[in-house]
């Protein structure tokens, strides 16, 4: 299982994502982010940001896909260090 990390822009879009997705994710962690003030004293808009966990893939995000390409830079880096030492005896 992985747990990844997820913006919202408000309230209501998290709250949106919830009733879609709740049964498929376990929410660690929901936290309120407000941005700075303004340089004319407007208030920051203020997002959510949760922290949750899912054993499918559906609601992985984009770390998801890097964690995947591990195995396969790893494959690569064995057999190229296996086609080295092959070389290096043939010297």
Known sequence: M???RKAFE???DYEA????Y????TVLAVNSVEAPPTRSGMTGRRS???????SGRMLTGREDSRQASM???AAAAV???V???LLYGMI
């Open 2 to 4: 992985g747990v990844y």
């Open 79 to 81: 057999g190229i260090i």
């Open 71 to 73: 195995p396969a830079l």
């Open 22 to 25: 709740g049964d498929q994710v």
């Open 83 to 85: 086609l080295l030492v």
């Open 48 to 54: 959510v940001m949760v922290t949750y966990q899912v």
């Open 10 to 12: 408000t309230e209501d």
């Open 17 to 20: 994502w919830a009733r879609r």
